[in-house]
């Protein structure tokens, strides 16, 4: 039996900024259909469960809901080119796996026909998951390598799929989703959940798979924000290009196996030290001089109350910024006369000397 498909349109949804979705996507009758004869795990439709290698599992409400109330609303596929071959699920991947675990043999199912055009399934797939697709770049990115997988038109692509993602229809930005998209699952799902830019996306995709692996299996074990994580991959890959390393000789450094050995640290002191540990390796000489006006700096603030003391970390300046916070009168001239003492001139001239070198 042939379905006749009812009226399809696309529409202009000003509550997404323009963007262009299927709307009323009806047919004429819903047939059942033996469960074995839908192709789900392995569906060219199947994006909720690429979704779930980014945003984890639904949560087991939906299932709680079908054993209360059972499948209200029928599922969606597309049929095959040959009859009597399995329909390809479009729509309702959890009401499936819920009907097979229940022992079900056949469900109520909506069948596009197998000419029904693949760009307006993929039109109806980013309606139903804009509330995802729309948070952030690897989201989109995610939904528009999964387009691509359908085989659509390079125009179909630019003029049709960007848009109903809320972005411009230019082929340069679809280039820069498609080579965020080819970012492992782990890391697109770390862009996600910390809501990465583009900018921010691309410039991870031109590290060492190897290394992001090894970064993205650290983050039970470290204090990982967007800085800190292209802090440790900056570090990491200026080591391995100045001394010719693969990054897992990179973690055979002293400095780097005590600190990631080290059990007892809490991730915030890990990542720390981390930190610290790579500035030291990275720019040894730089680090030292830091260190050691560092140590100066609390010396004469410890001795001086109400002063601080500051200068530029990349010693490209040469001199040192000395700032007095006083609530009285007799505190200022009490600062000013310890930093007259022998002891605090010093100091300041050793700083400066160490600025000079």
């Not at 140590?295 to 200068?311: A, F, N, P, T, V």
Request: charged share 25%; with cysteine; aromatic share 6%.
């Amino acid at each position: 039996m042939v379905l006749s498909v009812g009226a399809s349109a696309v529409v202009e949804d000003p509550g997404h900024n323009g963007i262009q979705f299927v709307q009323n996507l009806h047919y004429d009758m819903t047939k059942r259909i033996p469960i074995e004869l839908i192709c789900a795990k392995d569906s060219s439709y199947a994006f909720s469960k690429r979704l779930c290698s980014i945003q984890g599992h639904m949560s087991p409400g939906l299932f709680e809901s079908l054993d209360q109330s059972g499948i209200l609303n029928p599922l969606l596929a597309k049929a095959q080119p040959r009859q009597g071959e399995e329909v390809q699920l479009i729509d309702g991947f959890k009401r499936y796996e819920w009907a097979r675990k229940k022992g079900l043999s056949e469900v109520a199912i909506e069948v596009l026909p197998a000419d029904f055009p693949d760009v307006q399934v993929g039109l109806f797939l980013a309606q139903e998951h804009f509330h995802v697709i729309g948070e952030t770049v690897a989201a989109k990115a995610l939904f528009i390598s999964f387009a691509q997988g359908l085989s659509l038109e390079l125009s179909d692509m630019v003029e049709t799929i960007l848009p109903a993602v809320g972005l411009a229809p230019h082929k340069s930005i679809l280039d820069k989703y498609l080579l965020v998209s080819r970012l492992a699952d782990d890391v697109l799902a770390f862009c996600h959940q910390k809501a990465f830019s583009i900018k921010r996306c691309i410039n991870l995709s031109y590290y060492d798979p190897h290394l992001l692996a090894w970064l993205m299996g650290m983050k039970e074990y470290l204090h990982l924000t967007a800085s800190v994580c292209e802090e440790i991959l900056d570090a990491m890959n200026d080591i391995m290009k100045r001394e010719k390393l693969s990054f897992e000789e990179v973690l055979e450094k002293e400095e780097l196996l005590e600190v990631l050995s080290d059990h007892t640290l809490s991730p915030n002191q890990k990542t720390t030290r981390l930190r610290a540990a790579l500035r030291h390796i990275r720019q040894p000489t730089l680090t030292g001089i830091n260190e050691e006006l560092e140590d100066w700096r609390r010396k004469l603030e410890r001795r001086c109350q109400g002063l601080g003391i500051s200068w530029d970390h990349s010693l490209e300046h040469d001199h040192i910024n000395l700032n007095l916070t006083v609530t009285s009168l007799s505190q200022l001239q009490e600062t000013l006369e310890k930093l007259e003492e022998s002891a605090s001139l010093e100091a300041i001239e050793t700083m400066l000397e160490r600025l000079r070198a």
